[in-house]
């Protein structure tokens, strides 16, 4: 009777598929966002405004996402910062609200110019796991 005890191969079965569940959960189910705080958002769109206001339209658009240097290439988004004034002025801000854009988790910042009408929205998503500027809309 030298072999192997029968008990051994259901824990082995087990733990085989233990290790295939959780190899599962890592590659396809586990959310890979990283956490960002409503007030970290606000900072990161506070920050990227603060750029654009100080007349630093390079470097807030060197801190944005791959899709937004996209579709607004650093020429372009010069010319809309210039046609917006009231991107020049202050602004308070006014919320944050994350929302989930098909399977993109996103943060919206809404601010109000201090002077004037309308609406700046800072829309933040994830870009090569950072939280990064994706959408600017001015009203």
Known sequence: MGGKP???RPLVMAAAVLVLAGVVWLLFLRDGTPALSPDEARQKATAFLDDVRAGRADDAWAGTSADFKSMYGRERFRQFVKSKPVLKGPA???ACEFKTNGDLRV???T?????GRGSIT???NVDQGVWKVGRLDVE
């Open 6 to 8: 029968v008990y051994r």
């Open 107 to 109: 943060a919206e910042c």
């Open 92 to 94: 308070e801000f006014q």
């Open 122 to 124: 800072v829309v933040l």
């Open 111 to 115: 601010f109000r110019p201090a002077h």
